[in-house]
């Protein structure tokens, strides 16, 4: 980004739209298109409404992680424990209510105590890495790796190795349920892609985000309080961790000890490939959630093309970085 | 050998449109100390990167040693043949003094042995007579010793010319008398220095000659140890009237403040690190200029009363109510103190956001209606500030990173003005910003001084301080004067503590 240039005015005019079509956000278009094409010629089944509502159900799950991860890299900082979070809360939740295998806490009966638990831990969790990284001033990658191990070892040594089952209704209800054919889990992602949009676009708080995540000295300057910010984004985004947790929990209608394990990385890769800066201060939530559909149709067009399982990891990697090569010759990724 | 190390005859050099050098001559002889001395923008720093070899002049000659200097891709040639100590460390914190006196050059053996390079340092320290042992972190150095590592290390690397770079700003007084004696030893030894300095008092204890630029010109050389300070004072300041597109001509027709005319501001600020403490008392409709270099102190005094520095003691009276600790930036924003900061692009704006956010960034409570942002309302503001401001854009939705500095400049104003504040503090408002855009920034907070703003500025441009009904000069953490309608000359001296003179010799 140069600073100097000086622009008159008028004559950039219709190259601002040009540029406009191609912010990050934006780039992502044609290449869902093309996946979908794709995965349309390959695979007869990748158009059925069967196989769209699977697609959508993962979409919503790892969709609402990555909102909760944009907030955090839009504010300018990191949080890798998410996905432990993603894993951990739903089991607090469920530890609270269930006798599950004779080691839960049976504290209450109501499966709504349940779910209210779920959300503490997600706000708790997000509460105490922003400590760590706002107050003691840690380096965020490194506090939160040691958040995402330790939390991660908590839910194995809870469970010692267990998948959790037999969960209430209420619980299960929000990642199974289908509302006129779509699922819940979807139209609960598309409402909070809507209020999180319109929170950062029009509300002040969503605008010191950016500002703070752009330049912290000029949002301290500004009279900010850039610090109270960041622990607000941590606490956001470990609540919505928790419920994109017991999104998934819901659909496989159990909680495995991994519950989210490894979905970071991909909640990493579809913000970077939806226009988000890893630098802070730039990138959209519709942006992340077009990178997360990317990700998760090329998945799906993996799997129905039969690539063997033992291969998807690769061939999604493989594909995340021909993206980003793609995004940086369209130079839409301006903003890494 | 040739007698003069430096000589260069009606040097030019254009950056674009600006002329940083514009005939510029001078010579340095061998072993001497030149004193350089010039204004903010008279073309030192211009001078110091051609003659490391970093630009090339565009016409006019130069000669290094007698004859033409090396080509520029050529580094080693011109390490040898002259170093520059800067005012920033060049020395990595975390090595030790004798691998940063060797770094990248080691013994040009595949293994270093660590006890012959220490030896060999502590042999070169201690011909050179500097009394610092060569295992030690520089991490740990002093300021002052830190400076020496530098200047080892540059006669180490076979340069018998260095150039000291205001060395002295950051130094405490005993340390500079140190550097001063070194200095003189060394080029007693036949060590060529050019000491560039802010300090007037100290280029008679150093330089043997003296040569001062103005507009990128040699104006004055001379013999440093003969030449009145107020001759010197005289040829930086020029007669030629240089800022006269500013308002800040009109300053002695800003009529008398009315008697009853509040006081907005009251202070008796102590600030850690400094001598002396701000006695401060501004009313509405008030300008008061804090005027030194860096490190005296001004910069200092004002970041405290904008609570950006929490070391400090004493009390702020603002709108008659004393201010709770803690004040931070956040409620002095809140109570009505707005700070204009130095640097735009790194603490002043957000550069990957637009016009309009940046410029509403302190006022965001006011623009929002029930939960959301009246976008509306805010858009309104935007667009009156880039008409009433004259910023050159084609849409407050352009990021101000897209902007020309003066441009950038007057957002930032809109936006330390948009939280209708009783109290702006500007720091070097108007620094790097093109003469038209300086007058309309000046001009912008003249407009809202009628209407009760009190003003503080901070710099160290007469031209700036002209605007001001009354300045303190500091330097080194003293006030030294305070004064209303002084002369540029008497602002200048004051500001390179030609008053101090007396007590430090």
């Not at chain 1, 799997?303 to 990697?317: C, H, M, R």
């Not at chain 2, 802010?198 to 004055?220: I, K, S």
């Not at chain 2, 300053?251 to 509040?262: D, S």
Request: aromatic content about 6%; proline content about 4%.
């Amino acid at each position: 980004m140069t600073h100097s240039s000086p622009i008159t005015a008028g004559a950039v005019a219709p190259k601002r739209v040009l540029s406009d079509l191609l912010q990050p956000e934006w780039a992502i278009l044609p290449v869902l298109v093309v996946v979908m094409i794709i995965g349309a010629a390959l695979n007869s089944a990748f158009l059925s409404y069967d196989n769209f509502y699977g697609v959508v159900q993962q979409a919503s799950e790892l969709g609402i992680l990555t909102m909760g991860l944009t907030v955090v890299l839009i504010a300018g900082k990191f949080d890798l424990s998410l996905e432990s979070t993603f894993g951990l809360a739903p089991m607090v939740g469920v530890y609270c209510l269930l006798d599950a295998g004779g080691s839960g806490l049976n504290l209450a009966d109501s499966p709504f105590l349940a779910l209210v638990a779920i959300f503490l831990t997600g706000a708790l969790i997000g509460a105490f890495n922003g400590i760590l990284v706002v107050y003691l001033k840690f380096n965020a990658f490194i506090a939160t790796l040691a958040t995402l191990i330790l939390l991660r070892g908590i839910s194995l040594g809870l469970t010692r190795g267990e998948t959790l089952s037999d969960l209430p209704s209420l619980l299960i209800y929000p990642g199974e349920a289908t509302v006129l054919g779509a699922p819940v889990s979807f139209l609960v992602a598309l409402g909070l892609l809507v209020i999180i949009t319109v929170f950062m676009s029009r509300h002040r708080i969503g605008r010191m985000l950016y500002a703070v995540g752009g330049n912290p000295q000029a949002a301290r300057v500004a009279g900010i309080p850039v610090e109270r910010i960041l622990m607000g984004v941590f606490v956001v985004a470990g609540m919505l961790a928790a419920l994109a947790g017991l999104l998934q929990a819901g659909r496989i209608a159990s909680i495995p000890s991994s519950l989210g394990q490894n979905l970071i990385f991909n909640a990493f890769a579809a913000a970077v490939l939806g226009g988000v800066s890893l630098n802070g201060g730039r990138g959209t939530i519709a942006g992340a959630c077009g990178g997360v559909l990317l990700l998760v149709l090329i998945q799906d067009v993996l799997v129905l093309s039969q690539v063997p399982a033992y291969w998807i990891n690769a061939t999604t990697g493989g594909i995340i970085l021909i993206a980003l090569f793609i995004s940086k010759i369209s130079g839409a990724d301006k903003a890494n | 050998m040739s007698e003069q190390i430096v000589k260069i005859d009606g040097a030019v050099k254009r950056f674009g449109g600006t002329t940083a050098l514009n005939g510029l001559s001078m010579e340095i002889r061998r072993g001497e100390s030149h004193g350089l001395i010039g204004r903010n923008g008279a073309g030192k720093s211009t001078l110091v990167s051609i003659l490391t070899g970093l630009r090339a002049i565009d016409s006019g000659t130069f000669l290094l040693n007698g004859s033409a200097p090396p080509a520029l891709s050529d580094r080693n040639a011109w390490r040898e043949a002259v170093a520059c100590v800067y005012q920033h460390r060049t020395l990595v914190p975390d090595l030790s003094v004798a691998e940063n006196l060797y770094l990248g050059r080691y013994q040009r053996k595949r293994m270093i042995s660590w006890r012959a390079l220490n030896q060999e340092a502590a042999a070169a320290l201690e011909s050179w007579n500097i009394p610092i042992l060569p295992t030690t972190q520089v991490r740990d150095l002093g300021v002052g010793e830190a400076q020496m590592v530098e200047i080892a290390r540059a006669l180490n690397q076979g340069s018998r010319f260095v150039i000291l770079d205001e060395p002295t700003a950051q130094l405490i007084a005993s340390e500079i008398d140190q550097l001063v004696s070194r200095v003189n030893e060394l080029r007693e030894r036949g060590v060529t220095f050019l000491f560039i300095s802010h300090h007037l008092d100290e280029v008679p204890r150093v330089c043997d000659a003296v040569t001062v630029l103005r507009n990128g010109r040699d104006v004055l050389h001379g013999d440093a140890q003969k030449l009145p300070t107020a001759q010197i004072v005289s040829a930086m300041v020029g007669d030629e009237a240089t800022g006269i597109a500013l308002t800040a001509s009109e300053h002695v027709a800003r009529p008398a403040l009315a008697p009853e005319t509040p006081v907005v501001l009251k202070a008796r600020v102590k600030v850690d690190g400094c001598q002396d403490a701000l006695e401060l008392s501004l009313r509405a409709g008030e300008v008061v200029g804090f005027a030194g270099h860096s490190g005296s102190g001004s910069r200092h005094m004002a970041l405290a009363l904008a609570g950006h520095i929490s070391k400090w003691s004493g009390e702020i009276v603002l709108n008659g109510k004393s201010v709770s600790k803690p004040w931070n930036p956040r409620t002095a924003v809140e109570r009505g103190m707005a700070l204009l900061p130095e640097d735009r692009i790194k603490t002043g704006l957000v550069g990957s956001m637009s016009i309009e956010d940046n410029i509403t960034l302190p006022s965001l409570k006011a623009f929002s209606k029930r939960v959301l942002i009246d976008r509306r309302a805010r858009r309104k503001f935007a667009e009156g500030n880039r008409a009433d401001l004259g910023i050159v854009c084609h849409s407050i939705k352009q990021g101000v990173g897209e902007l020309s500095g003066g441009n950038q400049q007057k957002v930032l104003l809109g936006s330390a003005l948009s939280s209708n504040p009783s109290v702006l503090i500007l720091l070097h408002p108007t620094a790097g910003v093109d003469i038209a855009s300086k007058a309309t920034i000046l001009d912008i907070v003249e407009r809202r001084r009628r209407d009760g703003l009190g003003v503080i500025l901070v710099s160290d441009e007469p031209e700036e301080l002209a605007f001001c009904d009354r300045v303190q000069v500091w330097v080194r953490g003293r006030k030294v004067i305070e004064k209303s309608g002084m002369s540029e000359e008497e602002l200048v001296s004051a500001m390179e503590g030609f008053h101090l003179s007396p007590e430090l010799s």
